[in-house]
């Protein structure tokens, strides 16, 4: 499914898609490896656990590349 966003948004999000894909490259690897070494026998069971903790390691570099990208900072202590 892709949603249409504007010209500025789609931009941003090109290139958080590619600084994620950058810095999951090593889990995404990982991935690939658990399931061919699996066989199409066992891809579920313990195979699906790996899976699913190696996609959430990826879903948090991406919100940490996102998170990295606000402006947070505070100039003078509140």
Do not use: H, N, W
């Not at 490896?33 to 066992?42: E, F, I, K, W």
């Amino acid at each position: 499914m892709k949603e249409a966003l504007p010209a500025a948004q789609e931009a941003e999000a090109r290139q958080l898609a590619q600084e994620i894909a950058t810095a999951a490259a090593d889990e995404l690897l990982q991935l690939a490896r658990t399931l061919v070494a699996g066989g199409d026998s066992s891809l579920f069971g313990a195979t699906e656990f790996k899976v699913r903790d190696i996609l959430l390691k990826v879903g948090a570099k991406a919100y940490e590349r996102r998170l990295g990208q606000k402006k947070t900072a505070t100039t003078a202590p509140a």
